[in-house]
C-alpha cells in the first residue's frame, strides 16, 4: 500500500484529540462488560446504544494534538507516519464516495474522523479506547484511538498492516454511506443473531470497504486529477481480509467466552465478513452490496 510522495493531504478532514481530556466514561462497567465491549467492535452507532451513554463534549486542554495538522502534509508522510496514513485513506475514501454518490444522483457530505487517545465524548455519549472505532451517526464523525491496531494484532491475531488500518477505516466510513443513504433505519431493533439487521448492516459496510478499495488507485484526487493511492498489492488485501477474519462474532465468542452462540451475533462470522469485502472488492460496485437482499 502506497501513497504518491508528493500529493498532498487535507488535514481539515481528521481531528485530532489526542492528549485531550474526554470528559466524564460510563463504559466498561454493568450489562456491556469487556465482551460486549468486543463484540461492539465496529458497531456502526456510538455508545449511546451500548448503554455507555453520558459525557459532554472535549473541554481539556491540549497536550501534543494538532501533530496531524502540523506535520502531515504529503503522501510522503503518509507512507512513513500511521496519523498521516489515516488522513490519507480518510481522504481517499471521501474523494471515491463523493464521486460515487454524485454520479448516482446523490449527494455526499464529509465526515471527519476523530484521533483520540483512551477516552472522548461524541454526541452519541462518552466511549472509551475499548470500545475500538466507531461511527456516530448523531455527528457524522468516526472515532479512532491509534492503540486499537495494536490490540488488532495483540488481542485478535491479526497480522496487522497497513492496509489492515486501512480497512478499518474503510469500513467505518461504510457506516456513514448508510447513514447518508437510510440504511441505518431499517436496522431498528432487530440488532442480534445471524439473520439480523444489524449483521446485514455490519457486512454491507465490509462490502463498501471492498467498493473503495477496488477503485483506490483508480479514482482522481480532487485536487491533482491523479489518485492518491498509487499501490495495492494482493499482500495488501490478505492483511485487510485477515482483520475482517480477527473481528467475526464467532472467533471473538470462540476466543474470549469459549462458545459461539449465533443468535447474540451483532457482526456476522469471521466467513461471512470475508465474503463480503470480497465481493465488494472484486465488483467495485455498490450495488451489489445489497446485504438485506
Known amino acids: ?120 465524548s461524541t454526541a452519541c455519549g462518552a466511549a472509551t479506547s475499548r470500545v475500538g472505532p466507531f461511527y456516530c451517526p448523531a455527528d457524522r464523525q468516526v472515532y479512532l484511538d491509534l492503540d486499537f491496531f495494536d490490540d488488532l494484532r495483540t488481542e485478535f491475531g491479526a497480522s496487522g498492516g497497513p492496509f489492515a488500518q486501512a480497512y478499518v477505516t474503510a469500513h467505518e466510513y461504510g457506516h456513514h454511506v448508510q447513514n447518508l443513504l437510510g440504511t441505518m433505519d431499517r436496522v431498528g431493533d432487530d440488532r442480534q443473531g445471524p439473520d439480523s439487521g444489524s449483521v446485514r448492516l455490519e457486512l454491507q459496510a465490509d462490502c463498501y470497504a471492498g467498493v473503495w478499495a477496488h477503485h483506490a488507485t483508480t479514482n482522481p484526487q480532487d485536487s491533482t486529477g491523479e489518485p492518491l493511492l498509487t499501490e495495492l498489492t494482493r499482500a495488501d488485501i490478505e492483511d485487510g481480509l485477515d482483520a475482517a477474519a480477527a473481528v467475526g462474532d464467532d472467533r471473538i465468542q470462540s476466543e474470549f467466552q469459549g462458545e459461539v452462540n449465533p443468535d447474540t451475533w451483532t457482526h456476522g462470522s469471521s466467513a461471512q465478513r470475508k465474503q463480503w469485502f470480497t465481493t465488494g472488492y472484486t465488483s467495485g460496485d455498490p450495488a451489489r452490496c445489497d446485504t438485506f437482499r
Open 1 to 120: 500500500m502506497r501513497f504518491d510522495d508528493d500529493a498532498g493531504l487535507d488535514t481539515s478532514q481528521v481531528d485530532d484529540r489526542r492528549g485531550m481530556s474526554g470528559g466524564r466514561v460510563a463504559v466498561g462497567g454493568g450489562a456491556v462488560g469487556l465482551v460486549g465491549l468486543l463484540l461492539a467492535l465496529f458497531l456502526g452507532v456510538g455508545p449511546d446504544q451500548l448503554g455507555a451513554g453520558g459525557g459532554s463534549p472535549d473541554t481539556g486542554a491540549a497536550t501534543g494534538a494538532d501533530r496531524v495538522e502540523r506535520e502531515c502534509r504529503t503522501g510522503q508522510d503518509a507512507n512513513t507516519r500511521q496519523d498521516c496514513r489515516i488522513v490519507g485513506v480518510v481522504n481517499s475514501l471521501q474523494d471515491f464516495w463523493e464521486a460515487e454518490l454524485a454520479g448516482r444522483g446523490g449527494d455526499y457530505s464529509a465526515a471527519r474522523t476523530v484521533l483520540f487517545s483512551d477516552r472522548v
